[in-house]
């Protein structure tokens, strides 16, 4: 595997109930920058979205934004980034954000966070790319997702291969040292 250029960074486009979520996206944004790696994500300047954004461009870092014509409105597409991508539906979002990154960081999120998540997993089991997907678990946020996945495993629904699929860090600075050098 090559070395780590950019990163698409799942997460929540509201602002979250939980200070540590939105200090993990600032801390993760400055991370990047740091590292010269860019953040490719959602697009939007709202939530936990625009605190990452704005973290990284504040920091000196390249930014690139892929958001839907339909998610304009109410995610408010971010027109300070280096790049802004204004596409037509969610699946072209999806597919730009997986063909500009080298990895996959899931920081809190909903259920679109959620559908990003499985898609990346589900194409990694389907060995459609080996790409890394890193979990930040931020206060535990994501224990009970990983559960799920045992439970899945426990019910023979899956193969305890699937941990293979991704890493779990207890916060953002673990991030980096996730990624191939």
């Not at 990003?116 to 790319?129: A, P, S």
């Amino acid at each position: 595997m090559t070395s780590i250029k950019a990163v698409c960074v799942y997460c929540g486009a509201r602002a979250p109930q939980t200070p540590a979520h939105l200090h993990a996206a600032t801390r993760l944004g400055e991370l990047l920058a740091a590292n010269k790696i860019t953040l490719v994500y959602g697009g939007a300047r709202i939530g936990m979205m625009g605190v990452l954004a704005d973290s990284a461009l504040k920091n000196g870092g390249k930014v690139i934004g892929i958001i839907p014509d339909h998610l304009q409105q109410s995610e408010v597409g971010h027109q300070g980034v280096t790049t802004l991508h204004i596409v037509p539906n969610m699946h072209t979002r999806k597919q730009m954000m997986f063909d500009r990154s080298d990895a996959f960081v899931v920081l809190a999120g909903g259920i679109g966070t959620l559908d990003e998540l499985f898609e990346m997993l589900t194409w990694k089991q389907l060995k459609m790319h080996n790409k890394p997907i890193i979990f930040v678990d931020t206060e535990g946020y994501w224990q009970p997702l990983l559960a799920l996945l045992d439970h899945i495993i426990e019910s023979g629904y899956a193969s305890p291969s699937i941990r293979q699929l991704y890493t779990v860090v207890r916060d953002v600075e673990g991030v980096v040292d996730c990624f191939p050098r």
